[in-house]
C-alpha cells in the first residue's frame, strides 16, 4: 500500500500573510472573513505545512550523510510501529485513519518549565531544518532517511531542566482506540524510551515532524518523533506525549520486555552482538538484490562526533 | 477413470501447480524488485531479501504440516489413496527449505561462507534450522521407488525422522521472532494436533487390537 498525499487545490491554500497573521486578524475582528479564508487549514499548526504541502526548511548540510535517500515508498511501508501492528507492512494500513491533530505534548519531572503544550506552540520559535541521517535498525537493516525537524536541546532548553535532571523520559500515545495494535500486549504499553542528558543535549539527536519535506505521515511516528541517528531504531519513540526529566534511568520498553537482548543504551554496535544474531553487518535496503549487505560501524558512523559521551564506559556490559 | 489415472492426470498436476505457486509469485517479484517487469502481485517490498528468505521459510513449513496431515486425513476419511501425493509434498518442502538457505547464503550473504559458517556455528536458531534442512537430504534422497523396495522396512524408520526436521524448523521459526510470537504458536499448536492425533490414533488401533491378540484368546 502507498502512501496518498491528498490532493489540495491551490485555491484552498490560505495566502502566508494571512496565515501568519491569523491572530491578528481575529482580533481586528474580521473573524468571519479570516475563518472564511482559513478554510480546511484551521487545524493546522503553525510550523506543520498544510496537507500535501512541504515544511520551508534548508537542509543541513553539515550534519547529513551523502548516500542517497531510500524512497518516500520505502520509509513509509516498512515501519517497525507495533502500535499499529507487528509486521514491518501492519503500519502503513493501520495507521492510516490515525489523526494526530490536535496534539499536545506533556512536559513534567525535574524541570522549572512544566505543563502541557499544544504541538503549534511548541514548533513556533523553532527553525526546522532537513538532516539526512542512517537508520540502523536493531535487525540489521538500515535505510537512509531525510528526516525534517530540530535538535532536541533547542527544545529541552526551554523547559528548564534543574540540576537534578540526570535524564529524560518520553512516553507514546497510549489509546487503543486510535492505535489498534496496543489492544494486543506485545509490549507493556505505553511504549517508553529515555535518554541521558548528554546524549539528549548533543546536537545530532533530533526531534522529526517531517519526512522528505512533508508531515510525518502516521506510520513514521505523527506528529512528532525523536531521531538518535547513532542508537538503534527503537531508541526513535514515536508520536510522543510525554517528556519527563527525571534523577533516576527510565526503563525503556524494549529492555523491560527482553532485558537480556535490549539495553538502555543501545548504541549501534558492530562488535555487541544481539544474543541470536549478529550484528557485524547489515542489509542496506534500497539497492540491488545482491551485494546490499554492508559493514556495520561503531555508532552508526557517527563515533567521532559520540563516541565522547561513553568513554570509559564498557560498551558490552551497556549494551 | 480409475484412481490411478485420476492422480496421474488430474491430482498429481494439480498438487503440482499449488505447489509450485509460491515459486512462481517469488519469482515475479523479484523480476518486479529488479525492474525486468513493471508489477507484480507479489511485491516484495523494502526489505526484498529478507521478504524472499521468510517466504521460502514459511512455505516449506506449511507443506511440512501438509505433508504431516496426509496421514491422519487418510484415517479420518478412508482415502488411503491420499498417500500417492505425499511424496510430491514432501519433496517441494525440501525445495523450499533450500531455496530458503539459498537466499540466506547467496542473496544475504552474498556467498561469504565464513559469515554463514560463523551463523551456522554461533547462532542457535540458524544451528536448529540447518540441521533441519539437512536432516532432510537423506529422505529427499531416498524418496525414490527403488530406493522405496530397496530399504524396506528401514525407509519407514529413516521417514519418522521429519517429525524431528518439522519440530527443528517449527523451533527456528520461533526462536526468530523478535517478540509477537502469535504466528508461531499456531503453527506449533497445529503441530501438536497432528502428533497428538498420531498418539491418540496409536493407542485406539492397540486397545482395540489387544483382547483379540491377547494370550489365551484365539
Not at chain 1, 481586528?28 to 487549514?41: D, F, Q, T
Not at chain 1, 499544544?118 to 540502523?136: G, H, Q, S, T, V
Amino acid at each position: 500500500m502507498t502512501y496518498r498525499i491528498p490532493r489540495i487545490l491551490p485555491s484552498e491554500i490560505t495566502s502566508p500573510e494571512i496565515f501568519l497573521n491569523r491572530r491578528k486578524v481575529l482580533e481586528l475582528g474580521l473573524a468571519g472573513a479570516a475563518l472564511g479564508a482559513l478554510g480546511p487549514m484551521q487545524a493546522l499548526a503553525a510550523n506543520l505545512p498544510p496537507a500535501g504541502g512541504k515544511f520551508n526548511a534548508p537542509r543541513n548540510a553539515a550534519l547529513s550523510i551523502t548516500d542517497k535517500p531510500n524512497s518516500f515508498e520505502d520509509i513509509t511501508t516498512y515501519n517497525n510501529f507495533y502500535e499499529f501492528g507487528t509486521d514491518k507492512s501492519d503500519p502503513a494500513v493501520q495507521a492510516r485513519d490515525f489523526k494526530p491533530l490536535p496534539w499536545s505534548v506533556t512536559v513534567d519531572g525535574e524541570a522549572e518549565v512544566k505543563g502541557t503544550f499544544a504541538i503549534e506552540d511548541i514548533l513556533k520559535p523553532l527553525d526546522l531544518e532537513e538532516r539526512i541521517y542512517r537508520l540502523r535498525c536493531v535487525e540489521a537493516w538500515s535505510m537512509v532517511i531525510p528526516w525534517t525537524g530540530f535538535p532536541l536541546a533547542e527544545l529541552i532548553k526551554r523547559f528548564k531542566p534543574t540540576s537534578k535532571a540526570k535524564y529524560v523520559e518520553f512516553t507514546t500515545l497510549n489509546d487503543p482506540r486510535r492505535m489498534p495494535g496496543q489492544r494486543y500486549r506485545v509490549l507493556d504499553w505505553p511504549y517508553v524510551e529515555g535518554l541521558r542528558m548528554d546524549e539528549a543535549m548533543h546536537p545530532l539527536t533530533f526531534m522529526a515532524v517531517g519526512v522528505y519535506g512533508q508531515a510525518l505521515p502516521n506510520q513514521s511516528g505523527a506528529p512528532i518523533r525523536l531521531v538518535i541517528p547513532w542508537k538503534y531504531g527503537f531508541k526513535g519513540i514515536k508520536s510522543i506525549v510525554r517528556i519527563r526529566f527525571t534523577e533516576m534511568q527510565p526503563r525503556n520498553s524494549w529492555q523491560v520486555a527482553a532485558p537480556n537482548e535490549y539495553g538502555f543504551y543501545a548504541n549501534v554496535n558492530p562488535k555487541v552482538d544481539h544474543p541470536r544474531w549478529s550484528q557485524a553487518t547489515e542489509r542496506r535496503l534500497g539497492g540491488s538484490l545482491l551485494g546490499s549487505r554492508a559493514a556495520t560501524l561503531p555508532f552508526n558512523g557517527y563515533a567521532e562526533q559520540v563516541a565522547s559521551l561513553y568513554s570509559g564506559m564498557d560498551l558490552r556490559r551497556n549494551f | 477413470m480409475n484412481v490411478t489415472g485420476a492422480y496421474r492426470y488430474i491430482v498429481k498436476p494439480l498438487t503440482f501447480a499449488a505447489c509450485a505457486v509460491p515459486a512462481v509469485l517469488m519469482t515475479l517479484g523479484i523480476l518486479a524488485a529488479t525492474g525486468v517487469i513493471a508489477r507484480s502481485p507479489m511485491d516484495l517490498g523494502a526489505d526484498p531479501v529478507n521478504r524472499l528468505i521468510h517466504a521460502c521459510g514459511i512455505t516449506a513449513l506449511n507443506l511440512l504440516l501438509i505433508t504431516l496431515a496426509v496421514t491422519p486425513l487418510r484415517q479420518i476419511t478412508g482415502m488411503n489413496h491420499l498417500v500417492r501425493v505425499r511424496r510430491m509434498l514432501g519433496l517441494f518442502a525440501f525445495f523450499y527449505a533450500l531455496m530458503h538457505f539459498t537466499v540466506y547464503l547467496w542473496l544475504d550473504q552474498g556467498l561469504d561462507l565464513k559469515a554463514v559458517w560463523g551463523d551456522i556455528a554461533k547462532r542457535p536458531y540458524i544451528t536448529v534450522g540447518f540441521t533441519a534442512l539437512l536432516l532432510l537430504i537423506p529422505l529427499a534422497v531416498t524418496s525414490t521407488n527403488a530406493m522405496i523396495r530397496r530399504l524396506g522396512r528401514r525407509w519407514q524408520k529413516l521417514h519418522r525422522l521429519i517429525y524431528l526436521i518439522a519440530l527443528l524448523g517449527l523451533w527456528h521459526f520461533w526462536w526468530q521472532v523478535k517478540k509477537d510470537i502469535r504466528e508461531p504458536l499456531l503453527y506449533v499448536g497445529i503441530f501438536a494436533v497432528l502428533m497428538g492425533w498420531r498418539l491418540w490414533h496409536r493407542q485406539r488401533v492397540k486397545a482395540r487390537s489387544a483382547p483379540a491378540t491377547a494370550p489365551g484368546r484365539i
